[in-house]
């Protein structure tokens, strides 16, 4: 009579312990504790692995944002994918006033990263780069090879207002909202156009 009562309250607890009736066969047959299921935790609002091609919705709290530095005769300008107000920054994009140079940056990746992959709509960009220390040790700088000014991708990404980045295998989709997107052309602008030290 013992061996049906353990079976019965072993059925019993499947809903409590999170356990599959091969675990309470396993338990009776070797007398061992039923290894708990594992739960699904609950999606965070970071930026998340793309598994999409086409055209990407706006992670909540991120946007493009714009600043340039007009203490410096050149005016250099970042152009970030973040949260306002706090380090969460998966990507800069940094030029000078003119130069038609741009270049990708990423605070706090990992120390080996040495290239990364940029696209928007049907353009796609693999960049070279380095990675090197600084003087936090948790926040390596990776700074990727030169991008034109007028290279398809960034035309493409003035125009589409998102870029797919993909490093280390890990690829976050990065849109923009309405402001990000004017932010997004106003720094292609300004990265593009002649430059005059009147402004």
């Known amino acids: 009579m013992m061996k049906p009562l ?3 309250l072993a059925f019993s607890m499947l809903g409590i312990a999170g356990c599959s009736v091969e ?11 039923p290894t708990p299921v594992a739960k699904q935790q609950p999606a965070s609002s970071q930026p998340t692995p793309s598994d999409v091609t086409g055209k ?4 909540p709290g991120y946007d493009w944002h714009l600043r340039i530095d007009e203490s410096i005769r050149t005016r250099p300008a970042t152009l970030a994918y973040e949260v306002s107000d706090t380090d969460r920054q998966p990507l800069t994009i940094t030029c000078e006033e003119g130069s038609s140079r741009l270049f990708a940056e990423i605070s706090g990746g990992p120390t080996d990263l040495a290239k990364l992959t940029l696209a928007s709509g049907d353009q796609m960009r693999q960049l070279k780069g380095e990675t090197r220390p600084t003087e936090i040790p948790e926040m390596p700088h990776f700074v990727s090879e030169e991008i ?3 290279a398809p991708l960034v035309t493409a990404f003035a125009a589409n207002g998102w870029l797919r980045m993909t490093a280390k295998d890990i690829t976050t989709d990065m849109a923009a909202s309405h402001k990000g997107a004017k932010a997004i052309a106003d720094f292609v602008k300004h990265c593009t156009r002649p430059y005059s030290p009147w402004g």
């Not at 990407?56 to 992670?59: A, M, V, W």
């Open 6 to 8: 353990l079976a019965v």
């Open 148 to 150: 034109a000014g007028d």
């Open 23 to 33: 675990d309470v066969d396993a338990a009776q047959a070797g007398n061992e504790t």
């Open 56 to 59: 990407p919705s706006p992670t």
